[in-house]
């Protein structure tokens, strides 16, 4: 039984925080980049439900590609296209079929995953190739921010870039603009000469495509190999649950991502805390807490919650960071034309 | 691409149009011919083909036959982006915009390309626009955050920013209120005046006379006649109906005893809320809220029916006092509520008429009496001249048969009837239908509250009338005893 005295020295024995923020941000590089895409599709009012499977079967590809060709970028490669055409069948359906987009997605969702598992049994407990670490010569140097944002292998810089670029994207160029004018309203998109059906489908495509990324950097990066399960289960749901939560904003998103990514190193270090608790606690607990969390943060956006923080600046604008209104037109089928 | 030079002029001229949907006939050999620099009303009541053939105009949709022609030149429009290149924009009447984008987004959307935006430009472009109208338009608050009458003004700014000679407008005047009104005139006379040729699409007598300088007058899709300026109103009201309707007749005020009563009120919602609102209504009278879309009309209605919970103040109905915001009791007592939007508030998109009658119906059967909701579903559409089927989604109704269908869900004897603009959007007739259907109740002692935006129609009708602004009712007259100029300078706050 271990006493006060012994949790309290080990947690701060333990916590050195430059390598815990350093893990946080590598830890989240693969949610990062799976909200990101999603928040990309939703924009253009498509919702691609099948982020779960989808990510697994990318995971399993970017493996086995890897494996297969010693290549990296292949196993990459194989898995974006995964993801896009994964993506493509959701928009397809719903675009020129009329078909229900989570009823689509949700039945992908489940299909993906099982083959994701039938098809990759002969690759299961391989040792394969994964990315190695990349530091960025001289940034590397700079005291606790050198190591936290510039000691990574290259999935993790681009899940940083990815924040940056597709924040300006959306917001700042005509290309998001037309971005965001589809989701809200496809027909006063059509009527200012813009093709609501062509933009749907590409955005489908790019965001699957990088939620196929992020499969292939957790079966290349964070938790290399495949097996079953392989540990990448449960985050599309929760890479979903925080497009929503996080207002359709990428940024918001990936904060969001960093929390969860926080959770769960926190997780990893509670073990060696409270080594009686039984270690699936702790692989679990991240996932409700998320969910507690961003319910509690979409809590704060009711009329009597939002009277209640009238006096309180601080409160208010935290509250305001995190409200944010979904496309108009997401998941609609019928697009008049 | 056409030259759409200064001085030049474009000639539009729209032969033998014809528009098919299966066996309808929206458009049925239509021809007219529209020089520049004027304004032309397309005038006809709803469903007459008006907005069909302005669509195919603009490009959203293509005529099953005919062709148009620009400056004599025969052109095709694929859809409505080739359109404004050809120089002609069209308002759509359901506003066609982003409103949870901001207003300098919906501006440039469409204008822009390529990767980079230069918002700057635009906004620059867009505040020498509305200034040189008389516009106000703030670039960067969202679109939700506008009136619709605004929506409109920023709609325009758009189209000229496009580039275009034509404006079409469909039905500009409905919904935005008499000084949003004036200012949109203005601004149309400025375009005309400019050169650039407008065309206005309504069922609004007064709107055209006021504007145009010809009107084509549109029947069951076809041409029924044209007019230049100055008009003979009795000739164009016989192109549009065959035969004039008559005017329903104001009637009496006759004294009753009380059937609601508020007492120091206050509520929140809208734009204004509702502040210290003390008012009695009496059995038989038909009072009229008049003010700006928003200035407390709405929220009065919905405190007066129970649907809404006033933050402070007594109501009383038929004497007694009732809790705010307790539907049920309301209901009970006999008040009834009909909201303007038919679709969002009033009916339930996606079921039939039989179901709505079914879902009315108290009986507590666990299983639906269909036959009976199906024959009463047939009477009520003979009933209410309702044309549809019982087997008909409501959403396909048109405006004026949804309103009908409303109105047959009033309970038979109500004491208190409570009426959110009842005529918005309906063509003359249905409206004419829908007051001579609510005077019945007022014979038989109903008392009826009813917000319009048409001063016209309040003085036609209401034997009270109430002006609203910014949430207080700042005059209370009997109707006789006013008149329009009067309550337009109450509308707009200046009371004598």
């Known amino acids: 039984m271990p006493t006060l005295h012994f949790i309290a020295t080990t947690m701060i024995s333990d916590l050195n925080l430059t390598i815990l923020f350093a893990s946080v941000i590598a830890g989240a590089a693969p949610v990062v980049i799976a909200a990101i895409g999603e928040t990309i599709t939703e924009k253009a009012g498509i919702i691609n439900l099948s982020l779960d499977g989808t990510i697994l079967l990318s995971a399993m590809t970017a493996f086995a590609v890897a494996y297969e060709t010693d290549s990296l970028l ?77 000691n990574h292998n290259l999935p993790v810089y681009l899940s940083l870039a990815l924040i940056f ?52 950097v957790f079966s290349l990066a964070i938790k290399p190999g495949w097996g079953r399960p392989q540990g990448a289960e449960g985050v599309g749901w929760i890479a979903l649950a925080l497009v929503i939560f996080g207002g359709w904003h990428p940024i918001r998103a990936a904060a969001g991502a960093y929390f969860f990514s926080f959770l769960q190193v926190i997780g990893i270090h509670a073990q060696t805390w409270l080594p009686n608790a039984p270690a699936q606690v702790f692989q679990v607990a991240p996932f409700p807490l998320m969910i507690f969390t961003l319910v509690l943060m979409h809590l704060a956006q ?6 209640w923080t009238e006096e309180k600046a601080w409160l208010r604008t935290l509250i305001r960071m995190f409200s944010g209104t979904a496309p108009q037109s997401l998941g609609k089928t019928e697009i008049s034309n | ?126 505040n020498e626009l509305s200034a040189s109208f008389g516009f106000q338009v703030n670039p960067d608050i969202p679109v939700q955050r506008l009136t619709i009458g605004e929506r409109q003004q920023l709609e325009i700014l758009r189209l000229l920013g496009l ?41 609004k007598l007064e709107d055209v006379e006021a504007l145009c300088d010809r009107v084509t007058v549109l029947r069951y899709g076809a041409v029924t006649g044209a007019m230049e300026s100055p ?144 024959q009463q579903a047939q009477k009520c559409i003979n ?39 009842p005529t918005r959007g309906l063509d003359l007739e249905s409206a004419h239908w829908v007051w001579q259907r609510l005077c019945n109740y007022a014979d038989r002692k109903v008392c009826i509250v009813f917000a319009s935006s048409e001063l016209d129609e309040i003085l036609m009708v209401a034997n009270r009338v109430l002006v609203f602004f910014d949430g207080s009712i700042i005059k209370d007259v009997k109707a006789d005893e006013t008149d329009a100029d009067e309550l337009g300078r109450a509308i707009a706050g200046k009371c004598d």
């Open chain 1, 165 to 216: 670029i597709s924040w300006q994207y959306i917001y700042r160029t005509s290309y998001g603009l037309k971005l965001r004018s589809v989701g809200e309203n496809p027909e006063a998109s059509f009527v200012r000469g813009i093709n609501p059906r062509k933009i749907q489908l590409t955005y489908a495509l790019c965001g699957g495509f990088l939620v196929g990324i992020s499969g292939a």
């Open chain 2, 383 to 421: 009933l209410f001249r309702i044309k549809g089927q019982p087997q008909t989604f409501v959403q396909t109704l048109s405006g004026g048969n949804q309103q009908r269908l409303l109105l047959s869900f009033l309970p038979d004897k109500p004491k208190l009837l409570l009426l959110e603009n």
């Open chain 1, 74 to 150: 292949l196993g990459f490669g194989a898995a974006g296209i995964v993801g896009a055409c994964v993506a493509g069948i959701v928009a397809l359906f719903s675009i020129y079929l009329g078909q229900s987009q989570v009823a689509v997605g949700f039945v992908l969702t489940l299909m993906c995953r099982d083959l994701a598992y039938f098809l990759g049994n002969p690759y299961s407990r391989l040792q394969g190739p994964q990315a190695s670490p990349l530091p960025l010569p001289f940034l590397k140097e700079i005291p606790f921010l050198g190591t936290v944002f510039c």
């Open chain 2, 231 to 374: 008009f003979d109103t009795g000739m164009l009201l016989k192109m549009m109906f065959g035969a004039p309707p008559s005017q329903p007749l104001r009637k009496a005020a006759q004294s009753g005893s009380s059937v609601l009563e508020m007492k120091q009120v206050y509520a929140s919602g809208g734009r204004s809320g509702l502040k210290d609102c003390s008012i009695t209504f009496r059995q038989g009278e038909m009072i009229g809220l008049a003010g700006l879309e928003g200035s407390g009309q709405g929220v009065f209605l919905r405190v007066a029916s129970g649907m809404q919970k006033p933050a402070l103040g007594e109501i009383s109905l038929r004497g007694a006092r009732i809790k705010g915001g307790a539907f049920p009791a309301f209901r009970q007592a006999g008040a009834a509520f009909l909201p303007a939007s038919r679709l969002e508030e009033g009916l339930i998109p996606g079921l039939t008429l039989t179901e709505h009658y079914a879902l009315q119906n108290k009986s507590s059967k666990f299983l639906i009496p269909w036959a009976q909701a199906y």
């Open chain 2, 1 to 126: 691409m056409l030259n759409t030079n200064e001085d030049e002029t474009m000639r539009i001229e729209l032969q033998d149009i014809h528009k098919y949907y299966g066996p309808v006939r929206a458009n049925n050999g239509v021809s007219l011919t529209i020089a520049s620099g004027e304004i032309h009303g397309i005038l006809g009541e709803n469903g007459a083909g008006k907005s069909t053939l302005m669509k195919i105009l603009s490009g959203f949709i293509h005529a099953t036959k005919g062709t148009i022609l620009i400056d004599a030149c025969p052109v095709k429009f694929e859809n409505p982006a080739q359109a404004s290149l050809m120089g002609i924009g069209m308002l759509y009447q359901d506003p066609l915009d982003f409103p949870f984008l901001t207003v300098l987004d919906n501006f440039m959307l469409g204008l822009t390309d390529g990767l980079s935006v230069q918002a700057d430009q635009f906004r620059n472009q867009l």
């Open chain 1, 302 to 307: 009711k009329e009597a919650v939002l009277n």
């Open chain 2, 163 to 203: 580039g275009i000679e034509v404006l079409v407008l469909d039905e500009p005047t409905t919904g935005i209120s008499a000084v949003q009104k004036q200012l949109l005139f203005q601004a149309l006379k400025k375009l005309a005046a400019d050169g650039k040729s407008v065309i206005l699409v309504s069922h």
